[in-house]
């Protein structure tokens, strides 16, 4: 447990050093969003409407930016071996660098995303829930994202592969995701959907950690 | 454990191949007949709908297609799991030479199912939960085609992408019961496992027909593929054979 926490650290500590990423992140999340009222003009009605999906559709594409970095650096350097052979469990491990890739690429969208609705002229009932709806749906879309990120490990064309894998298993996260901040605005009740989104968190807390453990000893070998 | 050692005795490449180049042409003449006689039933001898006329009669390519898209993927990932559990490269095998199969049909579903959907519900296309899903599952067997090539070593690519088809196996009961859990525009099913079906034979039978007839069909091809997949790995070790038997002359 002890080896856990102080990976954990290592890895967050790492993180913060190389901090293109989280402003790599945020810095795609707030542009795209910017894009789209020059896109379906600036019609408040029509652009409050969309918001709850459009901030969501953004955060997860924002979320898969970073996933193919996540294990490179390890994997070519050999740490990844040293990984393996370690008495961490892998599993445990993996948890370790998705918590530190939640820290931040995840966190900085939970904290850029209602300031985005805010100029989108949401709802403002839906501001609690929208970030809500991130904070559990983030840390599961890093979770699957590891998959995506192990599976495609020493591929030649990582980044666009890991999109096409990863994005099916993103779909019923962002459907419920979305569905929250909407009955929120709606004014029903999204205590259902916020459970399922919960739901989501616990089954990737699960059952991620053992296939990108997988994943990644086929990639080791 | 019969079932177990029964899997052991057919993963042997050569027996499958040996077996499958037996049955290929009764594949071929199972899947002539039977899609044959389907057709038939289904343009000429079936009643057209009462509220569709004649355009219920896409049902019998878009369904048939369905269900064979679904035991296709299903198909993939028993044989995925097979291989990465009992390291037969078999599996590997199938799953490769089944995903075109299966994507394909998966595309005829979605393009009749857009077709009919047009004639009688006005409309191309609805966001409900069974086009949903069958659309991810389309994404599934393109990731599973993309994973499997991306790779240098082709080992490598057959484990990431059966893992992939494992992972991935979790669309089918959506897919499945997506009509009973949503009540949306996609209607229920009218065959099930158990009980009587919903639908007179005169509409049950070209249905069956066209099954019967796509899966001798499928299976016919996924023989020539998998042959065609045993050949190119033996030409692939006879040129790095030559290339080093050459190397090492000169």
């Known amino acids: ?221 | 454990m019969k079932f177990e050692s029964m899997i052991h005795f057919l993963a042997n490449p050569a027996r499958f191949m040996r077996i499958g180049t037996r049955l290929l042409p009764w594949c071929w003449a199972l899947a002539a007949l039977c899609t044959g006689t389907g057709l038939w039933f289904a343009f000429v001898v079936s009643p057209p709908d009462y509220q569709q006329g004649e355009s219920v009669r896409i049902m019998y390519i878009h369904v048939p297609s369905a269900w064979l898209a679904l035991a296709i993927y299903s198909l993939i990932a028993a044989v995925s799991a097979m291989a990465l559990v009992w390291k037969h490269p078999l599996g590997f095998l199938i799953g490769r030479a089944a995903a075109p199969l299966g994507a394909g049909f998966t595309v005829i579903c979605l393009v009749t199912g857009a077709l009919w959907g047009q004639s009688s519900w006005g409309t191309w296309w609805v966001w409900d939960a069974r086009l949903t899903s069958v659309l991810i599952l389309f994404f599934l067997y393109l990731g599973y085609m993309a994973l499997g090539n991306a790779f240098d070593d082709l080992e490598r690519g057959n484990r990431a992408s059966a893992l992939l088809a494992i992972i991935g196996f979790v669309n089918i009961p959506i897919i499945k019961f997506s009509v009973d859990w949503w009540s949306t525009l996609h209607q229920p099913a009218s065959v099930l496992l158990t009980g009587e079906p919903a639908i007179h034979p005169s509409m049950l039978t070209p249905l069956a027909l066209m099954v019967v007839g796509l899966m001798a069909y499928f299976s016919a091809l996924l023989i020539l593929r998998v042959r065609a997949e045993i050949a190119g790995r033996k030409v692939q070790t006879l040129m790095m054979a030559g290339a080093m038997g050459s190397a090492g002359n000169s």
Request: glycine share 8%.
């Open chain 1, 1 to 221: 447990m002890r080896a856990f926490f102080a990976l954990l650290g290592f890895e967050i500590r790492l993180s913060f050093r190389r901090g293109a990423d989280a402003m790599i992140v945020v810095g795609f999340f707030v542009l795209t969003v910017v894009l789209f009222p020059f896109g379906v003009g600036n019609d408040t009605v029509l652009l409050a409407r969309i918001a709850p999906g459009l901030v969501w559709v953004t955060a997860l594409l924002a979320a898969m930016l970073a996933l193919d970095r996540l294990f490179l650096t390890d994997f070519e350097d050999g740490s990844l071996d040293q990984l393996l052979l370690s008495e961490i469990p892998l599993e445990l491990a993996v948890l370790a660098k998705a918590a530190a890739h939640w820290i931040t690429t995840g966190l900085p969208l939970i904290l850029a995303a209602p300031v985005l609705a805010l100029i989108l002229n949401m709802n403002g009932a839906g501001f609690f829930h929208l970030a809500l709806s991130l904070a559990l749906g983030t840390p599961t879309l890093t979770l699957i994202g590891t998959i995506g990120a192990a599976l495609t490990l020493d591929t030649r064309r990582g980044g666009v592969l890991i999109s096409l894998l990863v994005l099916p298993l993103y779909i019923p996260v962002l459907i419920f995701g979305a569905a929250v901040v909407t009955a929120a605005i709606d004014g029903i009740d999204a205590s259902t959907r916020i459970m399922a989104l919960g739901g989501f968190l616990l089954a990737a807390l699960a059952l991620a950690p053992l296939a990108t453990a997988t994943a990644l000893r086929q990639a080791a070998r």
